[in-house]
Structures are given as structure tokens and as C-alpha cells.
């Protein structure tokens, strides 16, 4: 799952060096943190958080084919 969140988040980034995810699994969770540039903040979350909204929902979904339960956080 930290692998598909970095592939995508550095194929929209200017900084891709920067792209920083983290993983932690509490047993019936996975928690995967997203940290990026600043100045790649706004490409990430993208109009209205869309771009943000659709990551999350590959994420959910490649989680919901594991039977797992995933939460990404994008922070700065």
C-alpha cells in the first residue's frame, strides 16, 4: 500500500525527492501518512481537494480487495 500511495503521489509532484510516506499498522488498521514539498501541497490535494479525494479512494479501494481497513493522511 506505501508503495502505490509514493507511486502516485510522485508522479504529480514537482519535488518527487520530497515525497515522504508513512506506514503504521495497529492490527485491524493500516494509517499511512503522506508528506510532500510545500510548495507540491496544492498539486497534491489539487481544486477542492479532488485530486486528494480520488488518491484516497485507489487507496480504499486496493485496501477493500485486501480486507483491510486504511486511512491516508496528507500532511504538511
Keep these: 500500500m506505501k508503495t502505490l500511495v ?9 519535488h518527487p525527492d520530497d515525497v515522504r510516506v508513512s506506514e503504521h499498522d495497529d492490527g485491524h ?6 508528506s510532500v514539498h510545500p ?3 496544492g498539486k497534491v490535494i489539487g481544486k ?4 486528494a479525494k480520488a488518491l484516497r479512494s485507489v ?9 483491510r481497513r486504511v486511512r491516508l493522511d496528507i500532511i504538511d
Excluded at 477542492?48 to 485530486?51: L, S
Excluded at 487507496?59 to 480486507?67: G, I, L, N, P
Design 39 to 41: 510548495d507540491d501541497m
Design 6 to 14: 509514493e507511486h502516485i503521489a510522485m508522479a504529480l509532484v514537482d
Design 59 to 67: 487507496v480504499y479501494a486496493a485496501a477493500t480487495k485486501q480486507k
Design 29 to 34: 488498521s493500516l494509517h499511512i501518512e503522506l
Design 48 to 51: 477542492q481537494g479532488r485530486t
